[in-house]
Every structure is written in structure tokens, then in C-alpha cells.
């Protein structure tokens, strides 16, 4: 029987795309979309679980980049772009009523503050569970055990959701129950397969 839930945040409860990121920074500094990903996605993940500040990141990618004092608009344009996705959240809070659901997510502090005024203190969330302040990332099978023990937990009654297959594929080494996310209508049949009660 299941009886926790966890949900990514961005891709599933937030609408947001990386890649339209490296795009805008490609387009503002003239680079390609290879060069930005490539230069900029080492210094997510190390800024994602507390190992660079933001300061230093624009440093190192003003550098790397070849251009002076880069301004990354690493909050901004995650404020203005970030859009948190009202089916899924509706579906999240009905499912609220049954089941403990919590929040999984890759995040910057920075990011991670934004999020939360956008619509994580409305959420009403069990528990929020961020990379930056675990030291940890998706998919590191230490991340998901950690939840799990905190929780209190057993992993074959524990649902995950992600739309990175690669951090479902995490998820299911520990034995957790993961399901990828590509769009709501998706998600909910997906849940009543798993005899999960959405109403």
C-alpha cells in the first residue's frame, strides 16, 4: 500500500526548462548552445548541492566565456520563466488528503527561495527535500535513502515522480515505486495504475 508520494519540482510541479536557459545565455552573450551546457552545467550541479556560490560561477563562466563580468541572471530568469503548473499542484493537494506528500528537488538556494513564494508555502508539502541544503543530487542513490530515512519511509511504498528518466531510473535502484512525468493526464492514470486514489 502506498503511502508517501514525492514529486520533482521543476519539469513536473513547476514549469521549467534548462535548456531554454542555456538558450537565453547563448543568444545574450553570442555563443553556442553547446558552449553554454557544456560550461555551465558542472557549475549548476556543484552550485545545486552548496560546493559554488553564485558569485564564483559568474566568475568561472566570465572566464570560460571570454567575456567580462557575466550576468548570468541566474535568479532572474528563473523568476520570470518559471511557471508553477496548476493542474499538477491541484492534483498534489487532493492527493494530500490521503497520502504524505513531499517535495525532491536539484535546486540552488537561490532558486529554491524563489520557488517557495511562487507556490511552495501554499503547497502544504510533508516534507521539502532540496539538493543545496543535503549536499546531494538526483540521482545519487544516497539522496533517495536519505529521504527515505527521514520519512520513515519503506521504498516499496513510496512513489516517486521526475520527468529526468534518469532520476526515475534513481528512484527505482532503492526500490521506490517512480513513475515518469511527461504531462497531467499522463501522471494521474499512471497513479491509478498504481492503485493510488487521486480524487
Excluded at 59 to 85: C, H, M, Y
Amino acid at each position: 500500500m502506498i503511502k508517501d508520494i514525492i514529486f520533482d519540482m521543476g519539469g513536473v510541479l513547476l514549469r521549467y526548462r534548462e535548456l531554454e536557459y542555456y538558450r537565453y545565455i547563448s543568444k545574450k552573450y553570442g555563443l553556442s548552445e553547446t558552449k553554454v551546457s557544456h560550461t555551465l552545467n558542472p557549475m549548476i550541479e556543484k552550485l545545486e548541492v552548496g560546493q559554488m556560490t553564485l558569485k564564483h560561477m559568474r566568475v568561472q563562466a566570465s572566464r570560460e566565456f571570454g567575456i567580462p563580468n557575466a550576468d548570468l541572471e541566474w535568479v532572474r530568469f528563473f523568476k520570470a520563466t518559471a511557471k508553477p503548473d496548476s493542474s499538477v499542484i491541484g492534483l498534489a493537494k487532493r492527493l494530500e488528503r490521503r497520502y504524505r506528500v513531499s517535495v525532491l528537488s536539484n535546486i540552488s538556494r537561490s532558486r529554491y527561495i524563489v520557488a517557495r513564494e511562487l507556490f511552495l508555502r501554499d503547497l502544504g508539502a510533508y516534507r521539502i527535500f532540496t539538493s543545496c541544503y543535503m549536499g546531494m543530487r538526483k540521482p545519487s542513490k544516497k539522496i533517495y535513502l536519505s529521504v527515505l530515512r527521514d520519512l520513515g519511509a519503506k521504498p516499496e511504498e513510496t512513489v516517486f515522480i521526475d520527468n529526468l528518466k534518469a532520476n526515475v531510473d534513481g528512484a527505482k535502484k532503492v526500490g521506490i515505486r517512480a513513475v515518469q512525468f511527461k504531462d497531467y493526464e499522463q501522471i494521474h492514470s499512471a497513479l491509478k495504475r498504481l492503485g493510488i486514489k487521486t480524487a
